[in-house]
């Protein structure tokens, strides 16, 4: 199978809504615009795109942040899917590998992925490509903001 990566662009929008329905998030072409907009205009972030014959069938989201505790950056896999008929080729490990090499370019010292557990062979995967699960010695905690209300000041 013929795969090229590229930057994911506007006309895979609907493409991208479908990806992310298959990630487990439901989502909306206006939404999905609305996002790749938000990434586009982020120094900090990419978003590789899979392409099969001018197709998008694959996506990471990739982020970069500076770290303190530690001399250099971070590369956080915010999103990672492969569309489910071209899954088990090797798209996944492209793209991951593709993440790393912009991570790597970036600045980074290391890579982030977190994964709901019920992922399990998803977290095969990871572990295939050289991630450790280090959740037994670090909790994750997560703060929903509402919606309705705006930022203080
Ligand atoms: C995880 C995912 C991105 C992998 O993409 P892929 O293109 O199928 O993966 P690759 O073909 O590069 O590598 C597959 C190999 O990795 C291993 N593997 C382990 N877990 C796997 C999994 N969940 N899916 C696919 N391969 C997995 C296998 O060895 C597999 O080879 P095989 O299919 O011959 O058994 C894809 O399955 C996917 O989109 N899953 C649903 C969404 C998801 O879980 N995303 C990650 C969120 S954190």
Redesign the pocket.
Known sequence: MDIQLRPVRRHDVPQLAVLLG???YPTTEESARERLDLWAGDPAGWLIGADHDGELV?VAALHVLPLLQSTGKMGR?V????DES??????????VAAAEDQARAAGCIKME????RH?T?????YR?LGYEDISPSSARFIKLFPADRPPRG
């Open positions: 298959q990630l487990g694959g896999l999103a990672l899917v492969v071209h899954r088990s080729r090797g798209v996944g490990q492209l793209l992925v977190t994964s709901r992922r062979r998803t977290h095969e995967f295939l």
